[in-house]
C-alpha cells in the first residue's frame, strides 16, 4: 500500500550571479593600475645609486618573503632555519664563480664571466632545493611545534658547522663574489633583482592555482581529511618545501651579488627570525601583502634616514636607525598578531579587491559574514548569500 | 614508575663511560664532568621551557632571553655600586616583572588563538628583547662577576677537582640549584593543588574555567616562574662564559635547552634534568671524539665542522622520529 508522496518542489535560489565592473569601470581600473606601474617604473628609473642598492636589498627581502610564505601560509609550518637555506646558497655562490671560474678579487678579476654567474645562480638554487628536499625528507614527519624547533636547529648546525668549512666561506673574512659586466652598477643589478621577483611571483601565483597548489591548502586545513581524499600528504609538504627552497636559493644568490661580498655573520638566527616576522606583517599566505612586509622591513632604516628630524635625533642620540630593526619589527608582529590580524595583507584589502575586478568597499568580507558564516567569503564579494529557504 | 628505570640507566652508562675512560690517556672523563656541568645549565633554561609547555601547551623562545635580561640586571645594579646579593635579588624582581609584564600585553590577547601563533609571539618578544639589550648596552662584551670567586685567597684554583678537571664553584652552585628548582616544581606539580590547577588549566581551559579556576590567573603565574627560572639560569651562567652581550643565552643555550626538554618529553620536569645532562655529555663527548677519532694508527682530521653542534641536531631528530614523546614524556 502506497500512498503518493506528495511532490514538493523546493525552490532554489538562483545562483547570485557575480557582480563585475562594466567597461568603464575595467577602464577605471586598468588605468589605474598603468598609472601606479607608470609613477614606480619612472621612479626606478630615474633611482641614484644608493637607493638601487636599497632597494636590491628590498626586493631580495621579498623574495625571501615569498619562500618562507610558502611555508608558513600555504602549508601552515613554521621554518625557523632560513638564515641556513639562504645562506648556503649565497656561499654557494660566491664560491662558483671566484673558486671554481676563477675569477678572483685578489686577482684583479673585478667583473665575472657571465656564463659563471648564470651556473652559479642555477647552482644555488638547485642547492637551495637540496637543502630543503634533504630536511624535508628527514624532518616532514615531524610537526608544528617541533618541526619549527628541527628547523632552527638546523639553523644553529648550519651556521655552526657548515658556514665554518673554510673552502665554502673562507672562514671569517668571507667569499667575494664578483658581478658580471652587465650588472656592474647597482641600478643594473636592481633591475635584475626586480625580474627575479617578478618571475618568483608568477611561479608562486602558478603553483598555488595548480594541483600541488591545492593539494598543499587542503592539507593546511586538515591534514587527516586531505589524507582520506589520498593525498600524499608528505609528498606534497615536501614539493612546497623544495619550492621554498629554490626561492630562498635564488635570494641567496641575490644577496650574494648585492653586496659582493658573503660573510657568514650576515646570516644570524636573528635574521631568520626577523624573516619570519616579516611574513606575518605582510599577512600569511597574501602574495601581494608579503611582498610589500618584507620591503618594508628592508627598508625602513633608510626610510627613518629620509625623516629628517628623525635621524637628527637619533645622530645627536649616536644611534643608528638600524638598531631599531630588532625593536620595530616584533613591535609591528606583535601589533599584528594581536590587534590586527592579517596583517598588511587586511588592510589593503579594499584596493586589491577593487583591483581584482570586484565592488569597492570597506569591508570585502561584508557584514554578511556574521549571518553567513563563512559561506559568504568563498567568493570574498559583497553578494549577500542566498535565503534560507524552508 | 619509569622515571627511576630511566635515571638508573643513563646512570649506570654514565658510569661504565667514566670506567673505562678512565685507562685512555687524555680520556673522555674530563669531557663527561664539563658536559654534566654544562648540562646543568641546560637543564635550568630547559626546566622554564618545559613550565610553559605544560602550563600553557606554547613553546617558549624567549625563555633564553630571560636569563640575558636577568644578567643584565644583575650587571647594572653592580656597575652602580649595590651589593651582590642586592643586585640578585633586584635582577630576579625586575625578570619577575618583565615577564609578568608580557605575559599581560602579549600571550594574555593570544590565550585563545592557535599554538604556532603564540609561538611566533614568543618569537617576536626575544628579537625585541634582543633588540633593547643592543639599543641599550651596544654590542660590548661586558663581564659579570660569579657568585663565588674561581680563584681562592691564595689565587689557587678554588673548587673541587674530578677526572683531572677543576670544578669552579659556580659550576657546582649550578648543579646544586638546577637540582633542588627541578625537585622543587615536581613537587609543586605533582603535590600542591595550585599546581594540579596549572596542570588542568593546559589541558582544557574551558573546562577549569567551569569548576572556578582563573585561566589569566595560572597563565600569569606560569610565566612569572619561568621569569624567575631564566633569570637564575642566566645569573649562574654568564660567569662562566665570561662574556655578558646581547642574544648570548639566545644563541648558547636555547637549543640544547629546547633539545634536552624533548629528550625529556617536554612535559617532564625529571626528563628535563635529565635531558640537559645527556645533551652537554653528548655535546662535549662529542666535541673530544670528533677531535680524537682514531682508526687504526690513522688519526682521522677532523672532517665535520662544529661535531657538538650537529650531534645535538641528530639526537634531537632521532629522538622526534623514534621517540616523539621523548624518554620520560606524558600528556600532563
Known amino acids: 500500500m502506497t500512498t503518493a508522496e506528495p511532490t514538493v518542489t523546493v525552490p532554489v535560489a538562483p545562483e547570485a550571479a557575480r557582480w563585475r565592473p562594466d567597461t568603464r569601470g575595467w577602464g577605471v581600473r586598468v588605468a589605474a593600475i598603468a598609472v601606479l606601474v607608470g609613477i614606480v617604473s619612472w621612479r626606478l628609473a630615474t633611482l641614484e645609486g644608493l637607493w638601487a642598492d636599497h632597494i636590491s636589498q628590498a626586493v631580495i627581502f621579498a623574495i625571501i618573503g615569498l619562500s618562507l610564505n610558502v611555508i608558513l601560509g600555504y602549508t601552515g609550518q613554521v621554518s625557523l632555519g632560513h638564515h641556513a637555506f639562504v645562506g648556503l646558497a649565497a656561499f654557494v655562490a660566491a664560491q662558483h664563480v671566484t673558486e671554481r671560474a676563477g675569477c678572483l678579487p685578489e686577482e684583479g678579476c673585478t667583473a665575472a664571466p657571465a656564463g659563471a654567474f648564470a651556473v652559479a645562480v642555477a647552482l644555488a638554487i638547485l642547492s637551495g632545493i637540496i637543502a630543503s628536499g634533504l630536511l624535508g625528507i628527514v624532518a616532514l614527519r615531524i610537526k608544528g611545534l617541533y618541526l619549527a624547533l628541527i628547523t632552527l636547529t638546523y639553523g644553529f648546525v648550519a651556521v655552526n658547522s657548515i658556514f665554518e668549512i673554510p673552502s665554502l666561506t673562507r672562514g671569517g673574512a668571507g667569499m667575494p663574489a664578483p658581478r658580471p659586466e652587465v650588472f656592474l652598477t647597482d641600478h643594473r643589478y636592481m633591475v635584475f633583482c626586480i625580474a627575479a621577483l617578478g618571475v618568483c611571483l608568477f611561479i608562486d601565483w602558478r603553483f598555488l592555482a595548480s594541483r600541488i597548489g591545492r593539494a598543499v591548502l587542503a592539507i593546511k586545513n586538515s591534514e587527516p581529511v586531505a589524507a582520506s581524499y589520498a593525498v600524499n600528504v608528505t609528498a606534497y609538504k615536501l614539493m612546497a618545501f623544495m619550492l621554498s627552497g629554490a626561492f630562498a636559493g635564488l635570494a641567496g644568490a641575490l644577496f650574494a651579488y648585492r653586496r659582493q661580498i658573503v660573510v657568514a655573520n650576515d646570516f644570524r638566527f636573528e635574521s631568520a627570525l626577523l624573516w619570519v616576522l616579516m611574513v606575518v606583517v605582510g599577512g600569511l599566505g597574501k602574495r601581494a601583502g608579503v611582498v610589500i612586509g618584507s620591503m618594508f622591513f628592508a627598508l625602513f632604516p633608510y626610510l627613518i634616514d629620509l625623516a629628517t628630524p628623525l635621524s637628527d635625533l637619533l645622530s645627536k642620540l649616536d644611534r643608528d636607525p638600524e638598531e631599531f630593526t630588532l625593536l620595530i619589527g616584533p613591535g609591528l608582529a606583535l601589533l599584528t598578531m594581536i590587534k590586527f590580524p592579517g596583517g598588511i595583507a587586511e588592510q589593503i584589502r579594499p584596493l586589491t579587491n577593487w583591483f581584482a575586478g570586484n565592488r569597492f568597499t570597506m569591508h570585502p568580507d561584508g557584514k554578511s559574514r556574521h549571518k553567513a558564516g563563512l559561506l559568504s567569503r568563498v567568493r570574498g564579494n559583497s553578494t549577500p548569500p542566498p535565503e534560507e529557504s524552508t | ?332
Not at chain 2, 606539580?189 to 574555567?209: C, E, I, Y
Open chain 2, 1 to 332: 614508575m619509569r622515571t627511576p628505570h630511566v635515571s638508573i640507566v643513563l646512570a649506570v652508562l654514565l658510569a661504565l663511560g667514566l670506567f673505562f675512560g678512565n685507562n685512555v690517556e687524555n680520556g673522555p672523563n674530563a669531557f663527561i664532568t664539563l658536559g654534566v656541568m654544562n648540562g646543568a645549565v641546560y637543564g635550568l633554561v630547559a626546566l622554564g621551557i618545559v613550565l610553559v609547555y605544560k602550563g600553557t601547551r606554547v613553546f617558549n623562545f624567549a625563555q633564553g632571553e630571560f636569563g640575558t635580561i636577568g644578567a643584565y640586571f644583575l650587571f647594572m645594579c653592580l656597575s652602580s655600586g649595590l651589593p651582590f646579593w642586592l643586585g640578585v635579588i633586584i635582577a630576579i624582581a625586575g625578570t619577575l616583572v618583565l615577564g609578568l609584564a608580557l605575559e599581560r600585553v602579549v600571550i594574555r590577547p593570544l590565550i585563545d588563538a592557535p599554538r604556532i601563533n603564540v609561538l611566533v609571539a614568543t618569537i617576536a618578544i626575544t628579537l625585541a628583547l634582543i633588540g633593547l639589550e643592543i639599543l641599550i648596552f651596544r654590542i660590548e662584551p661586558q663581564s659579570l662577576r660569579p657568585l663565588m670567586p674561581a680563584l681562592d685567597a691564595a689565587g689557587n684554583p678554588a673548587g673541587i677537582t674530578i677526572f683531572e678537571l677543576t670544578i669552579e664553584p659556580q659550576r657546582l652552585i649550578a648543579l646544586g640549584v638546577f637540582a633542588a628548582l627541578g625537585g622543587l616544581l615536581a613537587w609543586f606539580f605533582s603535590r600542591t593543588d595550585l599546581g594540579l590547577a596549572v596542570l588542568a588549566t593546559s589541558q582544557d581551559s574551558f573546562a577549569t574555567k567551569v569548576v572556578g579556576i582563573g585561566v589569566p590567573r595560572m597563565s600569569r603565574f606560569i610565566w612569572g616562574v619561568s621569569a624567575v627560572l631564566g633569570a637564575v639560569a642566566g645569573i649562574l651562567y654568564i660567569p662562566l662564559t665570561g662574556t655578558l652581550i646581547p642574544a648570548v643565552m639566545t644563541s648558547n643555550i636555547l637549543i640544547p635547552a629546547f633539545a634536552a626538554a624533548v629528550i625529556g618529553g617536554m612535559t617532564s620536569l625529571p626528563g628535563a634534568f635529565i635531558g640537559g645532562i645527556v645533551i652537554g655529555v653528548v655535546q662535549s663527548v662529542g666535541g673530544w671524539a670528533g677531535g680524537h677519532f682514531t682508526i687504526g694508527d690513522k688519526t682521522l682530521n677532523l672532517v665535520v665542522f662544529g661535531v657538538e653542534h650537529v650531534m645535538i641536531f641528530v639526537v634531537l631528530l632521532v629522538v622526534l622520529l623514534a621517540r616523539p614523546q621523548g624518554l620520560l614524556g606524558k600528556e600532563a
